[in-house]
């Protein structure tokens, strides 16, 4: 029993060890992005869903925290506020799926095609999401769920979603070295680690044990990789599915879409597996409890059937273009730690991240840490 559980465990140090540097550096991107865009004006800034509404969603999104809990509490807040629902779901979609620290992840473990994948399915679901959201969603729908959005249930993470610390007057790079740029930066830095560490560690933790203790062919077979064409249309229907019962949401899905892709899911079907962090069944409650049980049972069958449409789109049009790759070579069970760049790499950025660690505790970050899981310190009406 030790040696099986011994194996899964190294792979899983293993597969943290190879991505370390890149969380820390996408962390702190992030975190110097939301130092100096500020939460406060989203609302205002997405009346309605037209598409210069949709694009500052998705902009603002991707500039926001890859926390997916965060991101629905957010998403509920703006809403809330007066924002447009199609505009705070594809605010919602981007700030999970758009982020700078996913698609370093995703080159560095599985491959550079993934992330550019991710930022041209991530668009293209936006637009599709909110052309059914056009032809299908009714404003009693919406109505209804606005009175249950005020009636203001707690969800997770809402004191995160709720925080804004940017820094305002003079140009972006003067805001970023300024003092007040660089104590947001280290709070932003340090709360989106500690909003995602359980979803990276429970990832790193079921990839490891699926790349340790099932057989290569038992994944062939469900994923139908004998049939190439059968893979192809099966992989996006089934790659949300998995998402759906593994609980794992936010960039902790993507070691687990490394398995997946070595064991044999097409191309299209990892692009909407790892969409699919926002229809997990712990954030679906939280849609339940924030909207009521028909819009959440309307977000699950919209996103679900979005997802499934642009991974295969983006199977389709990559594999045109040639940039499916050939080769099924994820870092898993390859991942090792020995001394070479990554170690090297490693290194340097956690000493980056214990100068951002210690600003955050020399200027009131532990205190603010404490309340980030609850709700907002001031009302959000």
Same mark, same amino acid.
């Given at each position: 029993?030790?040696?099986?559980?011994?194996?899964?465990?190294?792979?899983?140090?293993?597969?943290?060890?190879?991505?370390?540097?890149?969380?820390?550096?996408?962390?702190?991107?992030?975190?110097?992005?939301?130092?100096?865009?500020?939460?406060?004006?989203?609302?205002?800034?997405?009346?309605?869903?037209?598409?210069?509404?949709?694009?500052?969603?998705?902009?603002?999104?991707? =500039?926001?925290?890859?926390?997916?809990?965060?991101?629905?509490?957010?998403?509920?807040?703006?809403?809330?506020?007066?924002?447009?629902?199609?505009?705070?779901?594809?605010?919602?979609?981007?700030?999970?799926?758009?982020?700078?620290?996913?698609?370093?992840?995703?080159?560095?473990?599985?491959?550079?095609?993934?992330?550019?994948?991710?930022?041209?399915?991530?668009?293209?679901?936006? &637009?599709?999401?909110?052309?059914?959201?056009?032809?299908?969603?009714?404003?009693?729908?919406?109505?209804?769920?606005?009175?249950?959005?005020?009636?203001?249930?707690?969800?997770?993470?809402?004191?995160?979603?709720?925080?804004?610390?940017?820094?305002?007057?003079?140009?972006?790079?003067?805001?970023?070295?300024?003092?007040?740029?660089?104590?947001?930066?280290?709070?932003?830095?340090?709360?989106?680690?500690?909003?995602?560490?359980?979803?990276?560690?429970?990832?790193?933790?079921?990839?490891?044990?699926?790349?340790?203790?099932?057989?290569?062919?038992?994944?062939?077979?469900?994923?139908?990789?004998?049939?190439?064409?059968?893979?192809?249309?099966?992989?996006?229907?089934?790659?949300?599915?998995?998402?759906?019962?593994?609980?794992?949401?936010?960039?902790?899905?993507?070691?687990?879409? =490394?398995?997946?892709?070595?064991?044999?899911?097409?191309?299209?079907?990892?692009?909407?597996?790892?969409?699919?962090?926002?229809?997990?069944?712990?954030?679906?409650?939280?849609?339940?409890?924030?909207?009521?049980?028909?819009?959440?049972?309307?977000?699950?069958?919209?996103?679900?059937?979005?997802?499934?449409?642009?991974?295969? &789109?983006?199977?389709?049009?990559?594999?045109?273009?040639?940039?499916?790759?050939?080769?099924?070579?994820?870092?898993?069970?390859?991942?090792? &730690?020995?001394?070479?760049?990554?170690?090297?790499?490693?290194?340097?950025?956690?000493? &980056? =991240?214990?100068?951002?660690?210690?600003?955050?505790?020399?200027?009131?970050?532990?205190?603010?840490?404490?309340?980030?899981?609850?709700?907002?310190?001031?009302?959000?009406?």
């Amino acid at each position: 029993m030790l040696a099986p559980i011994g194996h899964a465990l190294g792979l899983a140090f293993a597969m943290f060890w190879e991505i370390l540097w890149a969380l820390i550096l996408g962390f702190a991107l992030s975190g110097a992005v939301q130092a100096v865009v500020s939460k406060s004006e989203m609302s205002r800034l997405l009346p309605d869903d037209s598409p210069r509404s949709l694009c500052l969603a998705g902009g603002l999104g991707a =500039a926001s925290s890859s926390c997916s809990y965060a991101a629905v509490a957010l998403a509920r807040s703006i809403f809330r506020k007066g924002a447009d629902f199609t505009a705070a779901m594809a605010f919602q979609f981007a700030s999970t799926n758009l982020v700078i620290e996913l698609g370093i992840i995703l080159a560095v473990l599985v491959g550079w095609q993934f992330t550019v994948a991710e930022f041209v399915g991530g668009p293209l679901m936006i &637009v599709l999401l909110a052309l059914v959201f056009r032809a299908t969603l009714r404003p009693r729908l919406v109505t209804a769920a606005r009175r249950q959005a005020e009636r203001g249930v707690a969800g997770r993470m809402e004191g995160h979603a709720g925080m804004d610390m940017a820094v305002a007057g003079g140009s972006l790079w003067s805001r970023l070295r300024s003092a007040e740029g660089f104590t947001a930066t280290s709070h932003y830095f340090v709360m989106d680690w500690a909003s995602v560490w359980v979803d990276v560690a429970i990832g790193l933790l079921v990839a490891g044990a699926l790349a340790a203790w099932v057989p290569e062919g038992f994944w062939q077979g469900f994923f139908l990789s004998g049939h190439p064409l059968a893979a192809k249309l099966w992989g996006p229907l089934v790659g949300p599915l998995v998402a759906v019962v593994s609980f794992v949401c936010s960039i902790g899905n993507v070691p687990l879409a =490394a398995v997946l892709w070595n064991g044999g899911i097409s191309f299209g079907g990892v692009v909407a597996f790892i969409f699919a962090d926002l229809i997990v069944l712990p954030v679906l409650d939280i849609y339940r409890r924030y909207y009521g049980w028909r819009m959440a049972a309307f977000l699950l069958a919209t996103f679900y059937a979005t997802m499934v449409a642009a991974g295969l &789109v983006v199977e389709l049009v990559f594999g045109a273009v040639g940039l499916v790759p050939g080769e099924r070579a994820a870092k898993v069970l390859e991942a090792s &730690v020995t001394w070479n760049y990554t170690t090297i790499l490693n290194l340097v950025f956690l000493a &980056v =991240a214990a100068v951002l660690l210690v600003r955050f505790a020399r200027t009131g970050g532990p205190a603010m840490l404490r309340t980030m899981g609850g709700p907002p310190a001031r009302s959000e009406q």
